[in-house]
Structure formats: structure tokens, C-alpha cells
């Protein structure tokens, strides 16, 4: 049998409660009785309270929770996650609070059960699919939220992020202004299951990423203020976001007879991919989205978004709630940073 609480309480002669002080409110107890007792809990092989218990009656965990849709490696190899993540670390460890990365899986059942058993006291839902679903089961549990997807939040809930639509509108504004009009558009996972390259996509609405939706929204209203049509424009499903996922994905488009001469990447990751694959195309103009380190030694013009910044506000709007619910509500800027990956349609 393992020692217990009241074992050490027998062995030293106090009571349970005094032994609990020793470990969760040592300023009760004289210096020369807290040693005592942590002597005989280590005599007796005692590791202390159960820190789930501990949790449990103190109402709170110390630890919030990211979600994320994909694997959990995502969290610690995508540029713009780590620096997100930099950023929320910054105000937890102001907090002496934890971080619980929750990758989600595609079944409901499943990401709903990731959820219901997280030990935390908020959720940060950074990057997630089809989010209401995953909102949902946060709000039954009664626990704060924030999200990175401004679109998704409801009324009452807590967001910062920025207008996917509107930067993404910019940066393909930037193209179609260059005269290109035969152009695919590259996103990372567009539809569940979906096979690497050319993707049928009845309406950016049809994406079940708010983040992707949104931005494949934004370029198909640039393209269709010049009079390209949403059926006209190519949509290149990604596999992961990777380099390698992106250039096996505009490959079969690329050695096509009529390849596209412009491609709109939903992320940096991907359209470097697509400068990889590029080769001989090499005046096939290329964009991305967040504007990672990478992006300006590679020439790749991007939008440029605050990555840390927005996981700094995003811990802080759990952390430190503000007053006024309004105070809740974070649109933050973005940039259009044109660089030479970008350039006129090639003339025949």
C-alpha cells in the first residue's frame, strides 16, 4: 500500500489538515514544523498530494489548453505556430500557468472527447476545422474560450485574430493588378480526405476551415472585381502544410498544356513549396500568407500578420479577461509586403 496523508499526519502526531499545509499553504506552519513533516513523508516514501485532486478542490487547474487541428509536431515545425505559441508562453509564464497542447482528431466524437477530458481552466482555439462543433463542447463545460478565427466566434465569445478576407482580398488585388487572370489557388487540407492537386470546390464556402474559407473567400473576390469567375479559378488541395505537401499539389497543374501563371498560397510554408516545384516556370508568380522568416530570403510576397502578438493577446484575453466584454473583441492589422515573387503576366 502506498504512504498516505495520514499516515505522515499518525507518524509526526498533527492532524490531516496540518499535513496538507505543509505542502499547499506553508506560511501556516512554523519553519521547524513543515521540515518535520516533509522529513517523515520522505522516511515514509509519501510523494505528496494528488495534484489532480489538489486541482479539483481548488476550482482551478493552473494550465490553459491550444487546439489544434492537426498532429501535434505542427505545434513545434510550422513557422508561424512556434511564434504564436512564443507568444502565448510569454504571458503564461507571467501567470506561472501551463500549456496544454490538444491536437484534435477529425471524428467529432473523438475531438469532443480530446475537449471534455482536457484538464484546463481556458482554451485557446488556435487553427481548428469546422469550429462550432469544437465552441460547443468548450462552452457545455462552462470554461472560457478564445479563438484565432474571428469568423467562427460567437457574440460572447473572446477573440483576436484579423480579417482573413480582407488580407487575402489585398494580396490577390496585388496579382490580378499585374494582369493575371489564369491563377490557381493553394490551401492546405481544403477538404477532409481530399487527395494532393486539383480539387472541385463547388464555393470557398464548401472549406470547413474558417482560415481557409476565409482566405480563399478573399482571393475569389479580388479575381471576381475583374471579371474571373469562381469557376475559373484552379483550387489546389495540399495534403499537409508543408513544402513538399504544396509542390507535389501544383505539380500536375504546373506540366499541364495550359498551366496557371499566378498561384495564391494560403500560407508561406505552402508557396515556398510552390517555388521549389516552380523550375523552368520561372515566371509563374507566387504569394503566401503571415510572412515567416523564410519568406523575405526567398522574394516571396506575403501578408504580413503579428504571430507572437496575437498569442500574447490571446493568452492574455484567458488570463486576463477584461472588464468591459467589448475589450474581448481584438482585430488586429495586417500588411501587403510585395517582394519579386510576384511579377506581370509573362507576354506570349
Known sequence: MKPTLQDVAN????????????????????????????????????????????????????????????????????????????????????HSTSLLLVPLPSDRDRARAAVDNAAVD??????????????????????????????AAGPADRFVGIDERAAARSVAAHVAGLGHRRVALLGDTVLPDAPSGPLRLADPRDAPRPTTRDRLAGFADAFAAVGVAWPAITVLNA??????????????????????????????????????????????????????????AAGLTTVRQPAEEKGRLAAALLLEPPADPAGGHLLLPTDLVVRTSTGPVPRS
Open 239 to 296: 495534403t499537409g502544410n508543408s513544402r513538399a505537401a504544396a509542390a507535389a499539389a501544383v505539380a500536375p497543374v504546373l506540366a499541364g498544356d495550359d498551366p496557371p501563371t499566378a498561384v495564391l498560397a494560403c500560407s508561406d510554408v505552402l508557396a515556398l513549396g510552390v517555388l521549389d516545384a516552380a523550375g523552368p516556370h520561372r515566371h509563374l508568380s507566387v504569394t503566401g500568407f503571415d510572412d515567416v522568416a523564410e519568406a523575405a
Open 11 to 94: 507518524a509526526v502526531g498533527v492532524s490531516r489538515s496540518t499535513v496538507s499545509n505543509a505542502y499547499s499553504r506553508p506560511d501556516q506552519l512554523s519553519a521547524t514544523l513543515r521540515a518535520k513533516i516533509l522529513d517523515a513523508a520522505r522516511r515514509l516514501g509519501y510523494p505528496g498530494p494528488d495534484p489532480t485532486a489538489r486541482s479539483l478542490r481548488r476550482g482551478f487547474v493552473g494550465a490553459i489548453g491550444v487546439l489544434f487541428t492537426s498532429e501535434l509536431s505542427y505545434a513545434f515545425t510550422d513557422p508561424f505556430a512556434v511564434r504564436f505559441l512564443a507568444g502565448v508562453g510569454q504571458v503564461a509564464e507571467r
Open 122 to 151: 481556458g482554451f485557446c482555439v488556435y487553427c481548428v476545422g469546422d469550429e462550432e462543433h469544437v465552441l460547443d463542447a468548450i462552452r457545455a463545460r462552462g470554461l472560457p474560450l478564445v479563438t484565432t478565427a474571428p469568423s
